[in-house]
């Protein structure tokens, strides 16, 4: 069973880059690689192939970033509340 095509609105003043292969538009070169990687998986050519895993690679790493700063975020929030805890009692 295949997944519904997602609705897009693409601004009249963009240029979307669009995938060959089933025609949605993408932001950028980045998506339409992470697209053609996930979902046209078996028609990948060597060049698609490698562009999708790097793609892959960047995106793995701006993650594992977001969540570290996530991270310090929730415990510098906890030590602050432990802190004012501690002051006001």
Not at 3 to 10: F, L, R, S
Not at 68 to 86: D, E, P, S, W
């Amino acid at each position: 069973m295949t997944e519904p095509t997602p609705e897009t609105d693409v601004p009249a003043d963009e240029t979307p880059v669009v995938c060959d292969r089933c025609g949605r538009p993408f932001a950028d070169e980045t998506h339409l690689a992470l697209h053609r990687g996930l979902d046209h998986e078996d028609t990948l050519s060597e060049t698609e192939r490698a562009a999708y895993e790097t793609a892959l690679e960047e995106e793995v790493a701006e993650l594992r970033r977001f969540r570290l700063l996530a991270l310090a975020g929730l415990v510098a929030i906890y030590f602050g509340f432990l802190m004012t805890y501690a002051v006001v009692t």
